[in-house]
């Protein structure tokens, strides 16, 4: 049974700070690719962050530097730790898992490569 959960959302004022964690079920490899994607009101879901299981991370532009990816590959938890928050970071974040057993992502950050997805959290900044 495949499951993601993610958690840690809520709201915080500009410029603060949150850590969103997603735990995986056993069947999610720990070597996979693992994302958090976020959907922005009345946006397309983006992606934010991944690391493979190689650890390797990506990032998009307009969170590089404010934003870490981690993951403990012993808990199947992935988390997001996001500072410097800004209004326009508000929305649904989503982790997900991209079924690819080579360790590395197939990079992008596209939401067509990634396979299983939480049922997301919401982020509000104010």
């Known amino acids: 049974h495949v499951q993601l959960v993610e958690s840690g959302g809520g709201s915080v004022q500009d410029g603060g700070s949150l850590r969103l964690s997603c735990v995986a079920s056993?069947?999610?490899?720990?070597?996979?690719?693992m994302g958090w994607f976020r959907r922005l009101p009345g946006q397309e879901r983006e992606g934010v962050a991944a690391?493979?299981?190689?650890?390797?991370?990506d990032y998009a532009d307009s969170v590089k530097g404010r934003f870490t990816i981690s993951r403990d590959g012993a808990k199947n938890i992935i988390s997001l730790q996001m500072y410097s928050l800004k209004p326009e970071d508000t929305g649904v974040y989503f982790c997900?898992?991209?079924?690819?057993?080579?360790?590395?992502?197939?990079?992008?950050?596209?939401?067509?490569?990634?396979?299983?997805w939480g049922q997301g959290t919401q982020v509000t900044v104010s």
């Open positions: 997900a898992a991209e079924r690819n057993p080579s360790r590395l992502c197939r990079g992008g950050l596209l939401v067509s490569n990634f396979d299983y």
């Open positions: 056993a069947s999610i490899s720990s070597s996979y690719c």
């Open positions: 690391i493979a299981g190689d650890g390797r991370t």
